[in-house]
């Protein structure tokens, strides 16, 4: 399932498209765009127009203060910014039937909330380490997929499929429609992880460290696990959360 392209070297800083008009050719020529900026109260034909394109696509469209555009570029940017993706997106329905077909036991990562990139990174490394067959992330309040992630997932950003969707319940269902169990990995419970059979087909639910998975993903699931904790420190990073319960996960798979 590597069907990303590989640039060379990682590059230090993201690729930028400016203006409105360079923006939507980008978009019509298939260009891979992680996130595009616009400048808060924008207006006019062009931009109507860019956000019709937008309106079938999976591309996170930002309103933000001229200020940021300024910080990010002084070149005449017309108040849009598109940051190109060194990656291209996939998508779950795809790949699910994919796995099962070549005769696999998917085992799925879903990552609600997940905003630090370094963190995205750790989490991607791990995964490919351990045989992830994909990891999903939302359309908004994700990381962006830079050259810090790049660069902390050794590289494993490029090997795993990452999948983008607009609403990550609605994937999960699908997820269980496809016949996988949904696993959160939450402190919200008392079952700790080593109860799911993870032989089973599996996706498990990573949350953000401030806020954890949201509700309406917790009433998906089908099993709520915790990872037990014996210290005076609460929680862990969730990199490291994920590397845990994904090991048990390999531990069940491998016996």
């Known amino acids: 399932m590597d069907n990303f392209r590989r640039p060379q070297r990682v590059k230090e800083n993201n690729e ?3 203006g409105i008009r ?21 207006g006019g034909d062009l ?43 996939q998508n779950i329905e795809d790949i699910v ?12 990562l879903v990552l609600d909330s997940v905003t630090d990139v370094r963190n995205m990174g750790a989490i991607a490394r791990t995964a490919a380490c351990v045989g992830v067959h994909a990891i999903v992330v939302p359309l908004k309040n994700a990381a962006q997929i830079n050259a ?52 089973m087909p599996t996706a498990i639910v990573m949350g953000s460290e401030d806020e954890g998975i949201s509700n309406e993903l917790l009433r998906v699931a089908d099993h709520l696990a915790k990872i037990p904790m014996a210290g005076k420190i609460e929680s862990l990073n969730v990199s490291v959360s994920a590397g845990v319960i994904l090991y048990e996960a390999v531990r069940q798979r491998t016996l």
């Open 148 to 199: 810090d992630a790049i660069k902390t997932s050794a590289g494993a950003l490029f090997s795993i499929p990452i999948c983008r969707h607009s609403n990550l319940n609605k994937t999960c269902l699908f997820l269980q429609d496809s016949g996988l169990q949904i696993v959160a990995c939450t402190e919200k419970t008392n079952d700790l992880i080593y109860a799911p059979d993870y032989t």
């Open 16 to 18: 930028f498209v400016f």
């Open 47 to 89: 931009f109507l127009e860019l956000k019709a394109l937008l309106s079938g696509t999976l591309i996170p469209l930002n309103s933000v203060p001229v200020e940021k555009l300024n910080r990010m570029s002084q070149k005449n940017h017309q108040g849009v910014i598109a940051v190109i993706s060194p990656i291209t997106y």
């Open 97 to 108: 039937p994919a796995i099962f077909e070549k005769g696999e036991v998917p085992l799925i």
């Open 22 to 42: 360079a923006v939507i050719e980008a978009i019509k020529a298939g260009r891979d765009i992680e996130t595009i900026y616009v400048q808060r109260g924008l």
